[in-house]
């Protein structure tokens, strides 16, 4: 596993474990053991991990969450932890490092920014400008529900374009704020929006994400 992708995982890991399994999240309907049944079933069942994005697949992935969140939460935990298994592609470092440093880093996030006494992450450069380079790569998808135009900047005048059209709604922040709100964690996420009033209220309240 690669730097990013693995320290983001164990970081999940330590939060899931130091919450429990009962505590809440971001993700809409879960609380911890959903969120790691998630994170288990996306990297060991391919089967039904599918169903994550395609319909058809839904009812097999619903089955195998449903399996593994009923399985003891420190397995769980300890899945997370070791990894996937070697025969799953994210156990290639490449496809690891580009597919999980930010799912981690976001559900890390979700376990983090559901408790009252949160408080900001300081990311270090590198890892900010791995996000943001990531985040370049996938504005246009995360953001291809924006019911307006939607721009994404950093601190140092770096932008992005994730959704062309009018008005447009200019959200600042440090890459990983950016993530958060890409992802659909527009409440959580620390920025700064500028445009038309009825615009940004309605990129606040859009779907956004895969």
Known sequence: MSTHAKRERLLLADLLESAGPEAPTLCDGWRTREL???????????????????????????????????????????????????????????????????????????????????????????????????LEKLARLTGRRSPVGLVLRRPNGQTAVAHKGTPVVTVTGDPGELTLFCFGRQDASRIELDGEKDAVAKLTRAKLGL
């Open 36 to 134: 790691a049944a998630h994170v288990v079933v996306r990297e060991r069942r391919p089967d039904a991990a599918g169903g994550i994005l395609l319909n058809v697949l839904k009812a097999r992935l619903d089955k195998a969450m449903a399996e593994y969140a009923a399985k003891p939460y420190e397995e769980l935990i300890q899945l997370i932890r070791t990894g996937p298994p070697k025969m799953s592609v994210y156990s290639l470092k490449q496809i690891d490092e580009a597919a999980n440093a930010v799912e981690f880093y976001v559900h890390a996030e979700d376990v983090r920014r559901a408790q009252p006494d949160w408080s900001p992450r300081e990311l270090d450069p590198v890892f900010s400008d791995s996000l943001w380079s990531r």
